[in-house]
């Protein structure tokens, strides 16, 4: 039996070129890397390690495994998405046969975002625990192959972090336990509504065929901000402006419940400032993040007036935590937007620019809405372009886009896992809506 599987998992947001690590059990001559449906490299064992190039764009990627026997047949794949959400820890399970071709053994690899250590990690055979050694390696049981099998690993990694694998061996597996399914967000035209899933069917293509709508689903929707440091004294003393006192006044209760989203709707502060970590085979950052805020917690003004985290503004990369707050909003699975607040000046020395950041938020259909309390800066300009906050009344009217882009946001539901750019409308689809870009 063949095995084959990524040591090297990219959890985070990933460019350039990059080291790739492979494990592969069985008669396996040769392992091809596609990227994006193109061979780009094949690789020899015994170490199944290269490099790959997977270019300076922020875009996602789709990168299969192919395992290929002596006469260049596949024998075995395995595929990983890159630039999507993942969960912030993966474990994998490698099966190992004997000579009579019987699981005999089982050996666990895993990766945190973190690069931390487990904490505790588990290994169950039909519901029974089974031995590991130092190495997180297991001998299997004798087990009677005419009967399914699973095998399930869980690596606990903290209270929040836990990942978990499991495969099944053994018996006849042709029932599919759960069906993938991939959220599409669309916005409704003006007037329109939307119709039914049922009679949604044939509007959804994928690479130019039609795909099943499992499911349509309302809000409510997810706003995640990045505030440049600088634009929070002026945000304070609009809110105050808005209560008619000084500046040294408070803001009565009244008024911080005004500028709100809609009742259920949340929002979430990704801080533009990254803690670094050594993983195993890729380093990885973390862009902290807040708790979510809904209306009950205050509008949106009173929230960016808040004293939350600062960071020093020389330290801050505004382009690399807009793309992180790109990511969390796709992972929501849920009608989305990314704020980004840029002050008078804005100083921003992130590894990706702007540019590069607005592309990725494009491809992946999660709406980018800047605001810029000097329109002509630098950094503004350099976004392509930024709504007007510059006084109070602007703000006002810019948070109407704002609320009425996160309003005629619905989420489709179809069946089977697709990349963004697989994802396209029929033409009867487009009278009534258009893709979120």
């Known amino acids: 039996m063949v095995q084959i599987a990524f040591l090297t998992l990219f959890l985070g947001l990933t460019s350039g070129r990059q080291p790739v690590a492979l494990t592969v059990q069985g008669p396996v001559a040769t392992v091809e890397l596609v990227l994006d449906g193109a061979a780009v490299v094949r690789i020899k064992g015994p170490s199944w390690r290269t490099k790959l190039d ?160 499992a499911a349509v689903e309302e809000g409510p929707a997810q706003l995640l901000i990045v505030r440049d440091n600088e634009a929070r004294l002026a945000l304070e003393a609009y809110d105050r402006q808005r209560a008619g006192k000084s500046l040294q006044a408070g803001v009565s209760e009244r008024l911080r419940f005004q500028l709100t989203l809609g009742k259920d709707d949340q929002i979430r502060f990704v801080w533009p400032s990254a803690k670094s970590f050594t993983g195993q085979d890729v380093p990885a950052e973390l862009f902290d993040a807040s708790r979510d805020y809904t209306g009950k917690d205050g509008g949106l003004l009173w929230l960016l007036g808040r004293s939350l985290p600062q960071t020093d503004k020389t330290d801050q990369r505004l382009a690399d935590a807009t793309a992180v707050a790109g990511l969390q909003a796709l992972a929501g699975n849920r009608p989305r937007a990314v704020l980004l607040v840029l002050g008078y000046n804005a100083k921003d020395a992130s590894r990706y620019d702007a540019g590069a950041v607005r592309h990725y938020l494009e491809s992946v259909r999660v709406p980018l809405i800047i605001w810029a309390l000097d329109k002509a800066s630098l950094a503004a300009m350099a976004w392509g372009g930024a709504e007007d906050i510059s006084s109070l009344p602007k703000l006002e009217s810019t948070f109407k886009k704002l609320d009425d882009e996160l309003a005629w946001q619905r989420i489709l539901w179809v069946e089977g896992s697709h990349l963004p750019a697989a994802i396209s409308l029929s033409p009867a689809a487009a009278e009534v809506m258009e893709l979120v870009r």
């Open 54 to 213: 997977f270019g300076t764009a922020l875009e996602p990627h789709e990168l299969i495994a192919r395992a290929l026997d002596d006469k260049g047949l596949e024998v075995g794949r395995a595929r990983q998405v890159l630039n999507l959400p993942r969960p912030p820890a993966e474990v994998e399970i490698l099966l190992e046969n004997n000579a009579q071709g019987t699981p005999a053994g089982a050996r666990l690899t895993w990766r945190s975002l973190t690069g931390e250590k487990p904490a505790a990690v588990s290994l169950l055979l039909d519901g029974q625990p089974v031995v590991l050694d130092g190495n997180a390696h297991a001998a299997l049981p004798p087990v009677d192959l005419e009967v399914s099998h699973i095998l399930s690993a869980e690596v606990r990694f903290g209270a929040a972090v836990v990942a978990r694998k499991d495969i099944g061996f053994g018996g006849r597996w042709g029932d599919e336990v759960s069906t993938e399914l991939t959220a599409v967000p669309v916005r409704l035209r003006p007037g329109k509504i939307l119709p039914t899933a049922a009679a949604l069917q044939g509007w959804v293509l994928t690479d130019g065929k039609p795909v099943p709508v």
